[in-house]
């Protein structure tokens, strides 16, 4: 629930500079990101088996992109909203705390993951993600 606390105040943040102020890829990303968070976070929430590989696979991802997208200059300006390069426009300590915030939960979301993945395949650690075995019940 954090990572997607942590991505819903970035996107707030998208929201407060305009819809403009970002490449339309940025956007686009964006939204295709937003549905692999939900999918993801429901994974776990509804303690379903392959919810670690999403973690992970959701949490590092998203945390690389955001790296990318806008903590490094710009390499390619249709595919980064670079809050470092010109025009890095409405960027304000909201952009730099709201991405931040989002590249630490995708981070620990990733690293929780891992956890759940290494518990799983050792029977006497505890679960987390609330990952139960197929064809195990509550």
């Known amino acids: 629930m954090l990572f997607a606390i942590g991505f819903g105040i970035h996107g707030l943040d998208h929201l407060r500079r305009g819809m403009d102020a970002s490449p339309m890829a940025i956007m686009i990303g964006g939204n295709v990101q937003a549905v692999f968070v ?4 429901l994974m776990a929430v509804t303690h379903r088996y392959r919810a670690p590989e999403a973690a992970i696979g959701i949490g590092f991802g998203s945390a690389v992109v ?6 490094l200059p ?14 890095h ?7 730099w705390t709201s991405a931040v915030t989002e590249i630490c939960t995708g981070l620990i979301y990733g690293f ?12 006497s650690a505890p679960v987390s993600l609330g990952v139960r075995a197929p064809g195990t019940t509550r």
Not at 38 to 41: N, S
Request: aromatic share 18%.
């Open 89 to 95: 426009t409405g960027v304000t300590w909201f952009s």
């Open 66 to 71: 955001f790296v990318y997208a806008h903590l």
């Open 74 to 87: 710009t390499f390619w300006a249709d595919y980064q909203d670079s809050y470092i390069s010109l025009p």
């Open 112 to 123: 929780v993951g891992v956890r759940a993945l290494r518990a799983r395949k050792s029977p």
């Open 38 to 41: 939900a999918i993801a976070v």
